[in-house]
């Protein structure tokens, strides 16, 4: 599986403190997957994503892009930036211009996209995340909900070769993380390479083709959903939920799971045509 982003030893302490968020951290992002980082709060998943894009640069170890290391000079992470997009976890961190109109087109200025394109591509973008109704609000009138569509619509719309998602289903309700995740798989086909940390294991689970789990500034296990999840204990044991719908699967008998040779589902729908298949 060839990598896009790749650490290697990469450690990192923030200023002023004297433990390391990052610890010899090695991690590979597969090109063209989907891939979710789990683990709790204070691992290592958001200070990972800003080694990324050079925001912090390695006390020792690398990051490499496309296999070479990052090279901290401001045109060359400039150059980095258009390929990889970031979308923070705070949105306060991110939108900078006064309404969501303003804000998602001047990702695309920056990029010298013609003015035309910039109108019609922004007004899009905005339809989608379901935002066009507070196209120009001024932004610190937005809930925390709106403040996120709007802080990943401008990403989105850039459309770099990876994508990087801090939480990006914090603060939203069902209808907008839906949306997200449609939008989401609509860049992914065009090939962006996807990578979203969260916290939400029913989504890295439904939503992922590969996991990473971090734990203190480390990465301590990666694999399909499938592998990730068959050893529950050991889930568990590190603070983390199983997803609900493979708690409820192996609540099912094994020897039903097991006769009919079936992969656990990962969806609901999945999870209805296998039981209907089951007691059929
Ligand atoms: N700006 C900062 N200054 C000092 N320490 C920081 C800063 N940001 C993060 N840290 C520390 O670095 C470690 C990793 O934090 P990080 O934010 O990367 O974790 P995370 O996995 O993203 O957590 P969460 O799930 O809460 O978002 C933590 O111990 C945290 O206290
Ligand atoms: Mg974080």
């Not at 951290?25 to 597969?30: A, D, E, H, S, T």
């Not at 006390?59 to 090279?71: D, F």
């Not at 029913?202 to 734990?215: C, G, H, P, Q």
């Amino acid at each position: 599986m060839s990598s896009i982003l790749e650490t290697v030893e990469l450690s990192f302490s923030y200023p002023g403190t004297n433990t390391e968020a990052l610890h010899k951290l090695n991690l590979r992002i597969p090109e063209g997957k989907k891939t979710a980082i789990c683990g709790h709060n204070g691992s290592g998943k958001s200070t990972l994503f800003l080694q990324a894009i050079g925001i912090n640069s390695p006390a020792s170890g690398q990051v490499l892009w496309k296999h070479a290391p990052l090279s901290y000079t401001s045109k060359e992470l400039k150059q980095l930036r258009q390929q990889v997009g970031l979308v923070f976890q705070d949105p306060e961190q991110q939108l900078i211009l006064n309404t969501p109109f303003e804000d998602v087109s001047y990702g695309l200025r920056n990029a010298g996209i013609a003015e035309v394109q910039i109108q019609q591509r922004t007004k899009e973008m905005l339809q989608t995340m379901r935002l066009e109704h507070l196209a120009h609000t001024p932004i610190h009138h937005l809930s925390l909900g709106q403040k996120k569509r709007v802080a990943l619509a401008g990403v989105l719309v850039l459309e770099p070769e990876l994508l990087l998602l801090d939480e990006p289903t914090a603060y939203l309700d069902r209808i907008s993380e839906q949306q997200l995740v449609q939008e989401l798989e609509r860049i992914h086909k065009r090939g962006v390479t996807l990578v979203m940390a969260t916290h939400d294991m029913n989504l890295a689970y439904s939503w992922a083709d590969w996991i990473l789990i971090m734990e203190k500034g480390q990465c301590i296990m990666e694999g399909t959903p499938y592998d990730i999840f068959s050893d529950p204990a050991a889930i568990l044991g590190l603070g983390l939920d199983m997803p609900m719908l493979l708690d409820i699967w192996h609540a099912l008998p094994a020897a039903i799971r097991q006769e009919k040779g079936m992969l656990p589902p990962r969806s609901v729908e999945e999870f209805k045509t296998l039981t209907q298949k089951i007691f059929a």
